[in-house]
Every structure is written in structure tokens, then in C-alpha cells.
Nanobody, 124 residues
């Protein structure tokens, strides 16, 4: 099993920045791809960003490309989401996810482990 714990959410104003962190524990060697998803009230959970085991490959949703950056530490046990130029439409619960595969994916059902989520609220 792998446990994921997110942190770093909060209430900010439009244009501000936030950095989300996700700490992984347990059988982390089995998780290769890490991702961030988000879910706004009344909407489905959507892909935000993904990163490969080495960190050499990343993928972003069009809505965040150029504003958000995903990264992971060299020990491969933490993943981060740097969010700049935040907009009110970025308001959501953000979830960290891990996948037992080396292939990046935007599909939430491809991910095997999930964190509990952290709230990000962006005011206008």
C-alpha cells in the first residue's frame, strides 16, 4: 500500500501563487507516475498535471499549462505543484495520485492511490 498526504492549500487572491506538496509513504517503489487532479463543486475530478518517475516527462492540462509546474524530489517520495497566476476557476479540492506504471496518464481511473485532498480557494 501507498499513502499520500497533501498539504499547502489555502485561500488566496487572483494572481497569487501557492505550492502544493504530496508526501508518499509505504511501498513507494511500486509507484512510478505521480499526478495532480482537482475537483470543483458539482464537477467531475479532472487531470491537472502528471510526472514520470525520473521527472523527465511531464504533462499538463491545457487550462494550467504555463502557470502550473509539477516536480518531484530526488528521493521520489514527494511531488509538488507550483501554482502561479491563480484564477478563481482554479478553486477546487486538489488531489495527489500515484500510478503503478511508467506511462503518464490523464485518466483518473488509471491511478492506484489517492490522497485525501487539499482545498484551494482563489478569490476574485
Amino acid at each position: 500500500q501507498v499513502q499520500l498526504v497533501e498539504s499547502g492549500g489555502g485561500l488566496v487572491q487572483a494572481g497569487d501563487s501557492l505550492r502544493l506538496s504530496c508526501a508518499a509513504s509505504g511501498r513507494t517503489f511500486s509507484t512510478v507516475v505521480m499526478g495532480w487532479f482537482r475537483q470543483a463543486p458539482g464537477k467531475e475530478r479532472e487531470f491537472v498535471a502528471g510526472i514520470s518517475w525520473s521527472g523527465g516527462s511531464t504533462d499538463y492540462a491545457d487550462s494550467v499549462k504555463g502557470r502550473f509546474t509539477i516536480s518531484r524530489d530526488s528521493a521520489k517520495i514527494s511531488v509538488y505543484l507550483q501554482m502561479n497566476s491563480l484564477k478563481p476557476e482554479d478553486t477546487a479540492v486538489y488531489y495527489c495520485a500515484a500510478r503503478k506504471s511508467r506511462y503518464l496518464s490523464r485518466r483518473r481511473w488509471d491511478y492506484d492511490y489517492w490522497g485525501q485532498g487539499t482545498q484551494v480557494t482563489v478569490s476574485a
